[in-house]
């Protein structure tokens, strides 16, 4: 009795202390959120949904279970780009900790406060798997926005081209120096250099298109339904495109 009584003061001693000297301190670090990175936000909420609807397609859970989880990461996504995700100041944006904070968000948007339903949110998915995946989807995201952005900056270069066509200015720097050249193509020479860099963005996005989901935290697929990895594959390319 008096060693319940000692461990029950030391507990609520423990915990006190940690409220006043270090909760504060944790909150109020100048460090990474996971707020930082909506691009893996992203990649994590695509990845709930697709093993959802994979874990339905195996039976393993009932079809409103999985719309219900779908639909609160759909709620998630929205929430992030309007008034942003809870204050999570990690160390380590990726792994465990970016996982544990993204499935509070999703369990805070489920329709139904069942505990059944929070617990299938992570179904055959693993820590490494989710991780290495959520990564590749991150970048291959950025790389695709990047892109397309500077597809933009390119055509409108080149509209100023076409409309400093008749211009001739007094060339400079190396070769040009003191000769004429049209202001046009000096535009649609920077429009072409610009069109390179995204020709090396789409090649660089082919690379990042890894689905390691189903191969558990060992690479073996150990604890994960032996059709899941196929399954989720072919939802994982409608959340993502590849």
């Avoid at 339905?56 to 929430?79: F, G, P, T």
Wanted: aromatic residues 6%; hydrophobic residues 40%; charged residues 25%.
């Amino acid at each position: 009795m008096l060693i319940k009584k000692l461990e029950k003061k030391v507990n609520n001693h423990s915990s006190k202390f940690f409220t006043e000297h270090i909760e504060e301190k944790v909150v109020s670090l100048s460090c990474e959120k996971i707020t930082d990175f909506p691009e893996y936000l992203s990649a994590l909420l695509k990845i709930r949904k697709a093993a959802a609807a994979a874990n339905e397609k195996l039976h393993l859970i009932e079809h409103s279970v999985a719309q219900n989880i779908i639909n609160a990461c759909s709620r998630v996504e929205e929430n992030i780009r309007t008034n942003g995700l809870s204050h999570y100041p990690v160390l380590r944006f990726i792994g465990k900790p970016a996982h544990r904070a993204i499935d509070e968000e999703i369990a805070k948007h489920l329709e139904s406060a069942d505990p059944n339903t929070a617990k299938a949110i992570s179904i055959n998915q693993y820590t490494v798997d989710v991780t290495g995946t959520a990564e590749a989807a991150a970048v291959h995201m950025c790389l695709a926005n990047l892109a397309k952005a500077l597809k933009v900056v390119s055509a409108e270069i080149n509209k100023k081209g076409a409309e400093f066509s008749d211009v001739v200015k007094c060339g400079r720097l190396g070769l040009k120096d003191a000769l004429p050249v049209r202001m046009g193509d000096e535009f649609r020479m920077y429009a072409a250099a610009i069109d390179n860099i995204i020709q090396e963005l789409e090649e660089e996005k082919a690379y990042w298109t890894f689905n390691l989901l189903g191969l558990s935290d060992q690479g073996l697929g150990v604890g994960v339904h032996p059709e899941f990895k196929e399954t989720v594959a072919q939802f994982l390319e409608k959340e993502v495109g590849y």
